[in-house]
Nanobody, 124 residues
């Protein structure tokens, strides 16, 4: 089993910055990609940014130029640096990981995991 532990959410004024962190732990063979999604009240969960095991990144248009995703493969941690925050960035932010896990049989299985979420609130 794989666990994702998020931290770094909070309340910030518009124009401010926050950094989210997410550490993966458990039975991990390799983390293929990690990312952040967010869900605002009464809206669907949407992609914010993803990063591959290399340095490939992908961002939602709404955060390009303001948010930066990065990853530390040595400790299985992904970060989301959020600058120039806007009230519309208010949401619960969820960490996601695409992980290959080892099985007792010696085989491997690829699975997707989610964190519990961390609240980001941006006041105007």
């Amino acid at each position: 089993q794989v666990q994702l532990a998020e931290s770094g959410g909070g309340l910030v004024q518009a124009g401010g910055s926050l950094t989210l962190s997410c550490a993966a732990s458990g039975s991990i063979f390799v983390i293929n990609s990690m990312g952040w999604y967010r869900q605002a009240p009464r809206k669907q969960r949407v992609l914010v940014a993803t990063i591959t095991s290399g340095t490939g990144t992908n961002y939602a248009d709404s955060v390009k130029g303001r948010f930066t995703i990065s990853r530390n493969n040595a400790n299985n941690t992904v970060y989301l640096q959020m600058n120039s925050l806007r009230p519309e960035d208010t949401a619960v932010y969820y960490c996601n990981a695409d992980v290959t896990v080892p099985l007792d049989s010696g085989l491997r299985r690829r699975a997707n995991y989610w964190g519990h979420g961390t609240q980001v609130t941006v006041s105007s």
